[in-house]
C-alpha cells in the first residue's frame, strides 16, 4: 500500500535519513559560519543521493533568517540540502551575512520538492507549491505561503511581483506553472544528531609544478572526451549521467586554440594533433568568397566566430592555412566602422548594442596576433582606430566580459608598439576588475581567490578575468611598476588556487558515479553548479599558460605565504 507521500510523489524518508539532512544542514552552517570551509558530506545511501527540488529555512527566534532554494536540480538531495544551507546564511540578499554568535538560536527547516508537473491555472489549489515561469523571470512558493494571503488571486499576484514582474500578468495566459507538493524535515531539540564524515579538504598553496599537471589532466580530459569527427561532448552532468553532445562552434574554436597553444608549450605532438582534428571539424562550417571567409553555423555568421576561429588556427600554425588565414582577416577588418567599432552581425544583419561588449574584444586579439605572426603591419591601423572608439566605450560601459579579450589585445600591442596609452588602458581596466575579487579576509575561504560577479558564489570565470589580468602583470613587470606587480600577482596567485578547486581530481570525484568521466575536467562554479562544458577548460589552460609564460621563478617564490 502506498503512503501519503509515495501518492503525492515525494520521497519517503525514514527518521534516521531525515535526521541525516538536518545533520549534514547543522554541520554545513557550523563548518561555514565558524571555520570558513565548504562542509563536503561523505554520504553513502541511494535515497538520499537521489535528484529532487529543496529549499532549506534559517530561523531565529521564530523569525526568518535566511531561505534558499531551487525548484530544479541536477544533484543529490544531501549536495542540494548543503549548497542551500550556504547560500540561506550567507547569500540571501535581504539579510547580511550570518555570524558566528547567532548560530545557537538558529532553527534549520528542510523542504524537499516533489518533481514539478506542468498544470494550468484553474488546476492550481490551495497549498499547492507553485512555480511560475514568463522568459527569464521565475519564482516560486512553497505551500506554506498560501497563509500569508486571502485568497488565490493575491498569492499569484504576489508571486509574479517576485518574479520582478507585473502583478496581473498572470490573468493574460503570458505564464507558465508548475506545481508541487513538499516533505518537510523540522529541526528540533528531540532530534538526535548524526556525525556525518567529511570528503577529501581543499588544498591551500599553489606551485608551478602544481599548475602543468593541472593542465595535463585537463588535456588528457579533451583527449578522453573527442568524439570520432573531431568535436568534443560539449556539456556534461555528473551526478545524473547526462550529456548535451552538439556542439557549440565558438566555444570549441577557443578549446581548440588553448589546446594548440598547450601543445606548443609542451611540445606535445599528440596534443597538438587534437587540436588539429577539433580544427578540421571546424572548418566545414567556414565559408570562402574571393577575398574573405566567414564561419556559417545554425544560419548564423558574426565577428565572434571568425575572430576565434582565426585564434585557432594562428595558434595551429600551419602554412597549409595561411590563405584563409589572411581571408578570415579580411573580414574582420570589413566588419569595422568608421568611428572604430565593429559590426558584431554578418548574418542574419541585424544589431545589438550588448554585442559591442565582447566580440570586439576576441576580434582584436585576433587581429594583434595576425600581425604577430605575419609580421604585416596594415591591420595595425584598424587596431588603432579600434582603441580610440573601444577606449572611451570602457568609460560608459563598465561590464565585466569587456575586460579579458581586450586587455590580451592591448598587452600584447604593447609589446609590438610600446605606446604607453595601451599600457594605460589595459591598467584601468583590470585595476576595476580586480575589486571584484574575494580576498583573503572573506568569510568562506573556499570562495578566496573567486571573482564575486555575475553571481556572489564564484567559479569559472574567474579564469576569464584572469586571462586578462595575466597579460596585465606582464606590461606591468615590463614598466616596472612595483604596486601593480605586487597586487596582479597576488591576484593572479590566490585566482589560480582558486580555479584549481574547480577541477576534478582522484580525491575530489569519489562521491561521483562515473569518476573517470569527470577527472581533469572543471565544473562551473565551487558550490551548486557541477555541470562540465569544454569551454570551462577552455578559459582555465588560457589562464593557466599565460600565468606559466608570465611568471619567472621568483614570482612562483612562497606561493602558500601569499595565500594566507
Known sequence: MQSVLEKNNIINLTQKEQNTLLSIARTTLEVCINKGEIFKPKINNSKLSKVYGVFVTLAKNKKIRGCIGSSFSKLPLYLEVRNNT????????????????????????????????????????????????????????????????????????????????????????????????????????????????SDSKDSFNISKDKVLDSMNLAVKWLKENQNCDGSFKYLYFPYVDEYVLEPELLRLAGTAAALALFASLSKNKDYMNIAKRAIEYILKYVKCDKNFAYVLYKEKANLGGVAIVLLSLLAIKEKKYNSLIKKLGNFLTSMQKEDGSFKINYIPDSYEEADQLLY??????????????????????????????????????????????????????YEIRRKKEYAKFVFEMNDWIINFQYGDNYLVKNYRGGFCTYSQIPGFDTACYLEGIAAAYKVAKSLNDKRRIKRYRKSILIGMNFILQLQYTDKNSKSIKYPKKVIGAFRENILDKDCIRYDFIQHSLIALLNTVKNFDEFDWYDGKTCLG
Not at 89 to 95: E, G, K
Not at 389 to 403: D, I, P, Q, S, T
Request: some cysteine.
Open 86 to 197: 550556504i547560500k540561506a546564511a550567507i547569500h540571501d540578499s535581504r539579510f547580511k551575512p550570518m555570524q558566528k554568535n547567532e548560530l545557537k538560536n538558529i532553527k534549520i527547516e528542510i523542504s524537499i520538492l516533489s518533481p514539478p508537473e506542468k498544470t494550468k491555472i484553474q488546476e492550481i489549489n490551495q497549498f499547492d507549491g507553485v512555480f511560475i515561469r514568463n522568459n527569464y523571470h521565475s519564482a516560486v512558493f512553497l505551500p506554506e505561503v498560501w497563509h500569508n494571503y486571502p485568497n488565490k488571486e493575491i498569492f499569484l499576484s504576489e508571486l509574479c511581483k517576485k518574479a520582478n514582474l507585473s502583478s496581473d500578468i498572470w490573468k493574460f495566459g503570458k505564464i507558465k506553472f508548475c506545481k508541487f507538493n513538499t516533505m518537510k524535515i523540522v529541526e528540533n531539540n528531540r532530534i538526535k544528531r548524526i556525525d556525518i564524515k
Open 360 to 413: 570586439p574584444g576576441e576580434a582584436l586579439l585576433a587581429l594583434v596576433r595576425l600581425v604577430k605572426q605575419t609580421k604585416n603591419k596594415k591591420y595595425l591601423k584598424n587596431i588603432e582606430r579600434a582603441f580610440q572608439f573601444y577606449k572611451k566605450y570602457f568609460e560608459r560601459n563598465r561590464y565585466f566580459g569587456f575586460v579579458p579579450w581586450q586587455s590580451q589585445a592591448f598587452a600584447e600591442l
